[in-house]
């Protein structure tokens, strides 16, 4: 089945530490993103990345970091230097086919809930 | 970032109601794309809409892009218990480098 995995689901982690979320599609898709969601709030945008080897930062990249080595695998690092890593991250991506439409149709991945002790 | 302003932010309705929601926007988007998010889940694909004008329908979820590119709307007709969940939409501007923006969300409550 084509999609988009994440792991994992449910990750724990002390103050101080770097963790890292792994995001794999294997839809093909050139553009991926990560997104952070907080209750009450719509998702903001951490990182996105349109090609293999390249990145931009989002909204709220401060105390995270990305790579994208490979175009199935976008991972995403959250470093000892972000205030409130506490949330939900969902990574998603979109086609960058020939069809118009499957270009600008956005897919996400089952999330990865993480949570600093 | 820019974040749509979505409503309304919650809906408790009966079984068998039809449920209207709405997003808008000081941008014009090119994209809207509407979502459902279930409890710990991530967002699920349910219609994009490409141009102004456009409706277009999903088994009973019917969405619509406003005349202004700034709006858009989403209709569930005839609800049932598995609707529960909350709805997002998301637009699109094509020179902010393919970022999308994302509404606030309208939680729906379904009682049977």
């Known amino acids: 089945d084509g999609g988009i995995t994440q792991s994992p689901k449910y990750l724990f982690r002390k103050e101080?530490?770097?963790v890292t979320l792994s995001c794999?599609?294997?839809?093909?898709?050139d553009a991926m993103y990560w997104y952070r969601q907080d209750?009450?709030?719509?998702l903001r945008l951490i990182y996105y990345s349109q090609i293999v080897n390249d990145f931009q930062k989002g909204d709220i990249a401060e105390g995270y970091s990305v790579s994208r080595e490979k175009k199935e695998s976008f991972p995403l690092t959250v470093t000892s230097a972000q205030k409130n890593p506490t949330a939900f991250y969902l990574c998603a991506s979109r086609g960058t086919s020939g069809?118009?439409?499957s270009y600008n149709e956005q897919f996400f991945g089952p999330g990865t809930r993480l949570t600093v002790l | 970032g820019q974040q749509l302003n979505q409503s309304p932010q919650s809906m408790f309705i009966q079984e068998g109601e039809d449920v209207s929601m709405n997003c808008t926007s000081s941008s014009i988007f090119n994209t809207w794309l509407w979502y459902k998010q279930e409890p710990g889940e991530g967002p699920v694909l349910l219609i994009a809409l490409y141009k102004a004008g456009e409706l277009t329908s999903n088994g009973r979820l019917t969405a619509q892009f406003g005349i202004t590119r700034k709006d858009s709307f989403l209709n569930i007709s005839a609800s049932i218990p598995s609707d529960v969940g909350i709805y997002f939409c998301a637009g699109q501007v094509y020179y902010t480098?393919?970022?999308f923006y994302?509404?606030?969300g309208t939680s729906l409550t379904v009682i049977p």
């Not at chain 1, 794999?24 to 898709?29: A, F, G, P, S, V």
């Open chain 2, 102 to 104: 994302f509404g606030t």
């Open chain 1, 24 to 29: 794999e599609q294997n839809l093909n898709h």
């Open chain 1, 16 to 18: 101080g530490q770097n």
């Open chain 1, 99 to 101: 069809r118009a439409k």
């Open chain 2, 97 to 99: 480098g393919n970022q």
């Open chain 1, 39 to 42: 209750p009450g709030q719509g």
